[in-house]
């Protein structure tokens, strides 16, 4: 009987030196020196450098000589310490001299190279999917989403939760897309709808009394393909009963620093900050900001209406950002950014920029209607500094919104500022319910002289905002003052 592996190739140490052993895998690489012959061999775990000596049988030499690239292989040897160390890998002192080899399987030659930078484009690999899933960043990915989530269901097991499976055959509920629909054998014209999240059993579990529910599900959504949106996904599901929100924040909060403890080694202790929608949205245009760099927006819009330039004379809002000694940028540097932002994706009609020089004088693209004295007070409101660049938007709120935020994130790019291993939560709070749409604001308009205030004046003429837009809808719906 054929002996199995006795180790992976990612165990061995100087401390198995003389050892007798049996690996398995496949070959990552092949370097026939002539006297002696290298095998790098790989499993999940990791590589083992084998060696075929000169002196070895010839059955030896011979298999070693036809091996190619992701052949299957089993090989027996004994472990001695290297003479060339490779401190690149675990197993680097060690080598396994070859007393047995055996071809499992044969393979042709792989359409892309098995290496983390890989020859291959994305749609070779998609093709030859299980050639990409043993390259190092795809088998890291999954054991990271395993560790992900034993560490998750540890740490919800401590505080109480039950891991309960729901249903994936169910009628169909109103979500946010359209189901996925399972054709129903036992009734035919009939029809199950796939989940797009286990919304309406975990609100049953609440009323059964388990009021401590979750699962990590698969969930179903019939759409459009986004980066971050794909028709099915994985989220961690929960729910509680008896519980306000700051209940769930503290115990997301503490999910999240425990499994930065346990899978990174990062212990995290200050409280995770918190801002509320409408902040977030008026400093970084976003409802999930990045906030490991700054270049918050500021609005100039009081300060550079009136003085005859057109596209800030009309617009709504005027924003700016400060990208810190960005002053030097060229004028192709600057026309790319102008093309970025005016993308179908972004939508902006143009560019406006400021140039702090380092005597303390400004050059404009709108020096034509601005003054030194107007740029300075721009730069001011930015808190802008001598060799610092201003960037500014002008239309529409949202439009503003997002094209900066979308020009705060390329300039990050541009300046390395995301950088990988730094890590900033922010709890995003108070998101609204309901927002009036264009259209809702073009028919208040045109059908009533009554005028709809805008969302961010409701304030100033009522205390209670939800009693402005309740008689709003009252006069649009039933004619009454």
Not at 44 to 73: F, K, M, N, P
Not at 394 to 399: G, I, S
Request: charged share 30%; net charge negative.
């Amino acid at each position: 009987m054929t002996q199995s592996r006795t180790h992976n190739c990612g165990e061995l140490r100087l401390s198995d030196v003389g050892k007798t052993v049996t690996l398995a895998g496949w070959v990552q690489k092949v370097r026939n020196l002539g006297a002696m012959t290298f095998i790098d061999l790989r499993d999940r775990y990791g590589i083992t450098q084998l060696v075929v000596e000169e002196h070895s049988s010839a059955e030896l030499l011979e298999t070693a000589s036809h091996l190619g690239r992701e052949y299957v292989i089993r090989a027996t040897g004994r472990v001695v310490e290297r003479a060339s160390k490779n401190a690149k890998i675990p197993t680097g002192e060690i080598e396994v001299v070859l007393e047995s080899l055996d071809v499992l399987n044969a393979s042709l030659t792989p359409p892309f190279t098995i290496e983390d930078q890989s020859d291959g484009g994305d749609e070779l690999r998609m093709k030859y999917r299980f050639l990409d899933l043993r390259r190092n960043p795809l088998r890291n990915a999954l054991m990271l989403r395993h560790r992900m989530a034993h560490e998750i269901r540890n740490f919800l097991d401590s505080r109480g939760f039950l891991e309960i499976e729901t249903p994936y055959l169910i009628k169909s509920t109103p979500e946010g897309a359209r189901d996925f629909i399972v054709p129903s054998r036992m009734n035919p014209g009939e029809f199950y709808a796939l989940p797009q999240s286990p919304q309406t059993f975990k609100q049953l579990l609440m009323v059964s009394g388990y009021d401590r529910y979750f699962q990590i599900v698969r969930c179903f959504r019939d759409e459009d393909l986004r980066a971050d949106r794909q028709p099915e996904f994985t989220q961690i599901d929960c729910e509680m009963s008896f519980v306000d929100r700051d209940d769930v924040l503290e115990l997301f909060e503490g999910m999240a620093k425990y499994l930065f403890k346990n899978i990174l080694g990062i212990n995290m202790t200050e409280q995770f900050p918190r801002m509320t929608w409408a902040d977030a949205m008026e400093l970084y245009g976003s409802d999930k900001p990045d906030i490991r760099f700054g270049m918050t927006f500021n609005d100039i819009t009081s300060l550079a209406q009136g003085k005859g330039f057109g596209v800030f004379d009309s617009a709504e809002y005027i924003g700016a950002i400060c990208a810190e000694g960005c002053a030097g940028y060229t004028r192709k540097q600057l026309d790319a950014l102008t093309e970025f932002v005016k993308r179908p994706q972004v939508g902006a009609k143009g560019l406006v920029y400021v140039r702090c020089e380092a005597d303390g004088s400004y050059r404009s693209s709108v020096d034509k209607f601005y003054g030194q004295e107007d740029l300075a007070r721009w730069a001011a409101r930015c808190g802008a500094k001598p060799g610092d660049l201003l960037l500014f938007a002008a239309d529409k709120n949202k439009v503003v919104w997002d094209v900066l935020g979308n020009l705060r994130l390329e300039i990050a790019r541009q300046l390395d500022l995301l950088k990988k291993d730094d890590f900033k939560f922010l709890w995003v709070t108070e998101f609204p319910l309901l927002e009036w749409s264009d259209e809702e604001n073009r028919f208040m308009a045109m059908h009533h002289p009554f005028t709809m205030p805008m969302e961010e004046d409701w304030d100033k003429i009522d205390s209670d905002p939800g009693a402005v837009r309740a008689k709003a809808y009252d006069i649009v719906l039933n004619g009454t003052e």
